[in-house]
């Protein structure tokens, strides 16, 4: 099986092209790729795919072998893929996901795509929808008791559930600890992703994320959008917001008018080669 390993911002996964390779077991594939060890390491494996709706399909799973709705790292990176790969020649590109068909500006040089604006479509924010069971219509600001703290946590589904909480220092979070009591809560049926976010100024926030199937990341694309409509939802910030991740920073923008969030931020290719595919 040809690959090409590619990251955004240190969100990294392995791209297989779909067009030339079959993958007949693409959750064992994910576990077995994904290995840091034995594997080409990665947080999960995504299939580049023809689509009968958009102009490609991505196929997305997780570290652990379970299937993904969406990553906007790992979007920007399917863009640049088939771009810089020749496939089309378009820099405004439609990919259909699990969480619907969105849509990829690319900023190019010498032939190269070298940024992605994803428009992530509409924050959802009803609990039923994220899904968060809840006697609250909307998550904002509810606290959850986890290993004994409190926390302020805001939940917001990108296509993917979220739930977003305030900390002083995110370097202090317990986050190997924390992060799985937070994923595996009862609360939510489909587990979550978790967002230990710090707000620095009403311009800039950081934040590390723990994601459902993978554990702690260097970047998660929808997490990052999360954070940002949490944090304008909570006053923190106003609805253009840098997002500081261990791998990089991403730019935020959620358009109210429009109720659409966009997210602008790089995609490179890490290296290509071949691996002996699982029968």
Sequence with gaps: MKFTKMQGIGNDYVYVNCFEETVEDPGETAIRVSNRHFGIGSDGLILIKPSDKADFMMDMYNADGSQGAMCGNGIR????????????????????????????????????????????????????????????????????????????????????????????????????????????????????????VHVIDENTIEMRVWERGSGETLACGTGACASAVASILNGYTKDEVTVKLLGGDLKIRWDKKENLVYMTGPAEIVFEGEITCLK
Excluded at 95 to 114: N, P, Q, W
Excluded at 124 to 143: D, F, M, Q, Y
Excluded at 182 to 191: G, T, V
Aim: charged share 25%; aromatic share 6%; net charge negative.
């Design 77 to 196: 990176c399917v863009a640049k893929y088939v771009y810089d790969k020749g496939m089309t020649d378009k820099t405004e590109i439609s990919i259909e996901t699990k969480s619907g068909i969105k849509f990829i500006k690319l900023t190019t040089a010498d032939g190269r795509a070298e940024l992605a604006q994803v428009n992530m479509g509409a924050p959802v924010l009803t609990a039923e929808k994220i899904p968060v069971v809840s006697n609250s219509r909307e998550i904002i600001g509810e606290h959850i008791e986890i290993d004994g703290e409190v926390y302020h946590m805001t939940c917001v589904s990108m296509g993917n559930p979220h739930a977003v909480v305030y900390v002083e220092d995110v370097k202090k979070v317990q986050i190997e600890r924390t992060g799985p009591l937070f994923e595996n809560h009862p609360c939510f049926p489909d587990r979550v992703n978790t967002e230990f």
